[in-house]
């Protein structure tokens, strides 16, 4: 049974910083993926950042130069580094990891943390 816990998150002034980290638990491989969606109320969840086990990093759009991932897939464990956060980036971040066995993704998500950019 994958479990993911999920740290981080709050409330942080425009303009600030904050991280959020992710371990996945209960699993005999390493992770094919490893990442972090949001959702904003009324939104669909998006992805936001993630990190493959070859090394390769995905961001979206709107936080390229902003946002920082790296994980460590002998761990199963994700970083989410953010910088400059505004407004538009409070929503409820959810870690996802996605394992490749026998050919087959099999992806979890974590219960979500609450990031508020505000003053």
């Known amino acids: 049974q994958v479990h993911l816990v999920e740290s981080g998150g709050g409330l942080v002034q425009p303009g600030g910083s904050l991280g959020l980290s992710c371990e996945a638990s209960?699993?005999?491989?390493?992770?094919?993926?490893m990442g972090w969606y949001r959702q904003a109320p009324g939104k669909q969840r998006e992805l936001v950042a993630r990190?493959?086990?070859?090394?390769?990093?995905n961001y979206a759009d709107s936080v390229k130069g902003r946002f920082t991932i790296s994980g460590d897939n002998s761990n199963n464990t994700v970083h989410l580094q953010m910088s400059s956060l505004k407004p538009e980036d409070t929503a409820v971040y959810y870690c996802n990891v996605a394992f490749l066995i026998r050919g087959q993704l099999h992806g979890y998500w974590g219960q979500g943390t609450q990031v508020t950019v505000s003053s």
């Open positions: 990190f493959t086990g070859g090394g390769s990093r």
């Open positions: 209960g699993s005999t491989v390493s992770f094919y993926s």
